[in-house]
């Protein structure tokens, strides 16, 4: 398993692919950063810039990947919308859902975790 505490700014989002990348070497998939990415990025924009997370990824049963991003906001719940053609953000946890086996949250009374399973290499070849 892979842990990263981090200030959930743009800057950050790359570094922290980059290290989730190397953590899982050649398994490393795209479902997994772009499930990294969209976690982290919702925290940014609908908890607030700079706010202190932890990312955990570890492997689980049958070569599956369990992406994990806790954040203090309790009460910022993400949302599957289903955006319009011509709007220019909403897409977030669509895609996240499209991609991921399956998606939660686990509140908590002053934080929050949302996680995601993605399948490994083998399930999607």
């Known amino acids: 398993m892979i842990t990263v505490r981090l200030l959930a700014v743009p800057k950050e989002v790359p ?39 932890t990312v955990h990824v570890r492997r689980i049963g049958d070569g599956r990947t369990r992406i994990e991003v806790i954040d203090p906001d309790p009460r910022a719940l993400p949302v599957l919308l289903r955006a319009a053609v011509d709007d220019e953000n909403g897409r977030g946890i669509a895609l996240l859902d499209a991609v991921a086996l399956r998606w939660g949250v686990r509140q908590e009374e002053a934080s929050k975790t949302v996680w995601c399973e993605v399948a490994g290499e083998s399930a999607t070849a």
């Open 15 to 53: 570094l922290l692919r980059q290290a989730v990348r190397a953590h899982l070497g050649a398994s490393a998939s795209c479902e997994v950063e772009l499930c990294v990415s969209e976690l982290v990025g919702n925290v940014i924009r609908h908890v607030g810039e700079g706010t202190p997370v």
